[in-house]
């Protein structure tokens, strides 16, 4: 990040890591934070974790807030099934997330599926 700031002073750079930062102590989180802290993007994807879509939000703000980490955050969540399954959140959930995590926040969908697309319309997705 130091590098990326020498060549280009003066740019915005952000991160993107897990977003359970107390399940990966090894990952250098406060290091990323206050070198390329201009906001962290925080993969909040419940699919694989065991979490829930509407509770998970707030245990991964409580894990970043225990670390210290001081950067802005844009959360990211997904609308993929839990693995091994076919379920996934349903558009209250998502909506859920999205009001939780405000309008900073992002969305990796799955295109490829038409019933996901179709909840698109329905989301309180709001990024500016």
């Known amino acids: 990040c130091n590098g990326i700031r020498q060549k280009a002073p003066g740019v915005w750079l952000a991160y993107t890591s897990f977003g359970w930062a107390g399940f990966h102590t090894k990952f250098p989180f406060s290091t990323f934070d206050a070198e390329c ?71 990796w969908v799955l295109t490829d599926v038409p019933a996901k697309r179709a909840q698109l319309p329905e989301l309180h997705w709001a990024n500016p």
């Open 37 to 107: 802290g201009d906001a962290a993007f925080p993969q909040v994807y419940f699919s694989d974790r065991g979490v829930a879509w509407d509770s998970g939000l707030k245990q991964a703000l409580d894990h970043y807030a225990a670390a210290g980490l001081k950067a802005p955050m844009w959360p990211i969540t997904s609308n993929d099934n839990v693995l091994g399954t076919k379920v996934g959140p349903t558009t209250a959930s998502l909506n859920s997330f999205f009001d939780a995590a405000g309008p900073l926040t992002s969305l």
